[in-house]
């Protein structure tokens, strides 16, 4: 191997073992030479880094350790199912535990989604249902229904078509994606619209703005609307009251198919197992889930799929149409199991405490809105969004440095609490075992955090 020469950096970096490790979502000049937080071990709703320092994991690892970290329930699950079927292949034999679980969430997935295909993550999920929608509209004879809808803030995963749908602000700076089949509505943030709308004239424009879409492109051409009930890693942002009822209205009228992208809101995050019905009023023709199905124990995902579109799949004059379509680690046997003992724990009390517990936790963060840093604290159940503006009264606030989540995160690190950077927001989605007074510590290292913050952006005259 021929040594590259190595800045001091990329030399400190190798010391730290890190240089072979590509990170996620790496900038290309320190590829390798970024030294990340070392989490070394994690307890209930803490992690420990390389220097012993306790962390309440704000994010949850990412939107899924729901049950918390280290739980013994699924430890044992994991071990005991290792140990009796490892692993059993797909795409010619079945297993028991992926049985089960397929007939747990058909019971508790709203209306009609009785079917699932099991992935290995989201991105594998959402892929997975793009591509059955595309099978779909082939077998019933309207092949020219391909395009997809999407909105601008939305993240749908990492895989190619996937990443296509994505619409947070620097999503496709340097990636290239889809954008043949991908049409992107306005995200439905009401924070971010503009200052002549209400919020209900809001909803009407971007309601409207799909009716126009659909009559420009034609609903012969228009194959689903994918939509994160609260777009989550774009910043914890909720639509309107009634838009994405109206949405799925104006799907349905133009049979579009509608898919409901749970990954984060599912399993527990907002005190439901699925959340489209419970908490939005809505039922989806699929649901795409994965993160809290396991807490994170497993990677595993999953797509419902309504009976009504397996009923039209079925009657079709095609008897050998193959939906070829597999992941060597569908339906894994240890996932599956970790997902049945996972929601057993979900029902056994946890949900419950998430409800219970949801208010006081966005009514504290809330209480961050008096400091002048922050916009707007906004959310439901047991993930928020905190957004930093330059000056909340001004007539555009949103201009401001944009390494104010990570110096957040760092201030807030110092005081106990891993925090999740997203440019000038953070996002917090803590375990769901989180009780009254650790809400309360984490919303004081919040406070620190953000005051620290704003003392270094006057400092530095960027504030
Ligand atoms: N959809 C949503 C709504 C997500 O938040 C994510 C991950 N953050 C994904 C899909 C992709 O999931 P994964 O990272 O498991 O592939």
Redesign the pocket.
Known sequence: MVEPALSQLETDALRNDRFHLIQAAPVAGSIGAEARELITSSEDIFVFDQSGRKLIDGPAG???VNVGHRNQALADTLHDQAMSLTYSTPWYTSNAPAEKLAQILAERAPGDLNHVFLT???????ETAIRLVQFYNNVRGQPQKKLLVSRQG??????YL?ASLNGRPRDHDWMDGASELVRKLTCPNPFHRPANLSVEAFEDFLVDEFRKLIAHEGAGRIAAFVA?PI???GGVLMSPPNYLKRMRALCAENDILFIA?????AFGRLGHIFASEDVFGIQPDMI?F??GVTSGYF?L?GVMVSERLFAELRRSNHPNANFVHGLTYSSHPIGCAVAIRNIELLEDGLLEHAREIGPYFQEQLRTLEELPLVGEVRGAGLMAGIECVADAKAENPFDLDLTVGKRIDFHCQENGLLVRPLINMCVMSPPLTINRSQIDMMTDALRKGIEATAQDLIREKLW
Request: contains cysteine; hydrophobic residues 25%.
């Open positions: 990412m939107w899924c290995t993550g989201g991105s594998s999920a959402v939305s993240y749908h995963g990492s895989t996937t994160e777009q989550a890693s992208d749970e990954v984060v809101t795409t994965a993160k990677p995902g």
